[in-house]
């Protein structure tokens, strides 16, 4: 289907455990991003990426690790969880349309880590 | 910094009123002007978005835009209980790279 998809939908995880949060999309467009939502923050960017094998850093790093080898896929890793990860966690591209900078987000994926 | 500085609400509006929601943002440099709605539990969606000083447009939906005073806002006309909502403004520096504000949330009561 086309779109933004990611999975998957809910995880539950413990303390110290790796996990990883898979993003696709079909569009091919050149910018990723993933964002985490908790109460009272907001959307914070943690990493975004401008191509393939290019990525950034946004306001919330630390703890993850990103990468692009392919255009379609941004999986987000969390090499060692904490209880501070949990979060609802949003992928989204953007690229050459006609509002070019407007931003698609997937559904969401809701992380909770014990 | 870059800082998008919404209310957060919530806003409470009776339906079939106007709902004036307004955004204002720090650096001058800002080029291009987003609307977001997001429902409870789902993801962020585009509603409109803006790069010219002035009104645009869309439906029940004007989205003004005053660079000079920097700020953003959106109306939604008829308000229906179905825009209930958080309401997010994210602004652009001519990047990819959006700025968020952490949203106004919108109640229309029946």
């Known amino acids: 289907d086309a779109g933004i998809t990611q999975s998957p939908r809910y995880k539950i995880t413990e303390t110290g455990r790796q996990v990883t949060l898979m993003c696709h999309q079909t569009?091919?467009?050149?910018?990723m991003f993933w964002y985490r939502q908790d109460l009272g923050h907001g959307l914070r960017l943690i990493y975004y990426?401008?191509?393939?094998?290019?990525?950034d850093k946004g306001e919330v790093p630390d703890g993850y690790v990103v990468s692009r080898s392919k255009t379609e896929n941004f999986p987000l890793t969390l090499e060692s969880a904490t209880r501070s990860q949990t979060s609802v966690y949003f992928c989204?591209?953007?690229?050459?349309?006609?509002?070019?900078?407007?931003?698609?987000f997937g559904p969401g994926t809701r992380l909770l880590v014990l | 910094q870059k800082e998008v500085e919404q209310n957060s609400g919530p806003l409470s509006v009776p339906e079939g009123a106007i709902a004036s929601l307004n955004c204002t943002y720090s650096?001058?440099?800002?080029?291009?002007f987003f609307w977001y709605r997001q429902y409870s539990g789902k993801s962020p969606e585009l509603i409109m978005f803006?790069?010219?000083?002035g009104d645009k447009e869309d439906g029940r939906f004007t989205a003004q835009l005053n660079k000079a005073s920097q700020y953003v806002s959106l109306l939604i006309r008829d308000s229906q209980p179905s825009d209930s909502a958080t309401y997010l403004c994210?602004?652009?520096?001519?990047?990819?790279?959006?700025?968020f504000g952490r949203g106004t949330s919108l109640i229309v009561h029946p």
């Open positions: 994210a602004v652009n520096l001519g990047s990819y790279i959006p700025t």
């Open positions: 989204a591209s953007s690229g050459e349309t006609a509002s070019g900078e407007t931003q698609y």
């Open positions: 990426s401008a191509a393939a094998d290019i990525t």
């Open positions: 803006i790069y010219s000083n």
């Open positions: 650096d001058r440099g800002s080029q291009s």
């Open positions: 569009w091919s467009h050149s910018y």
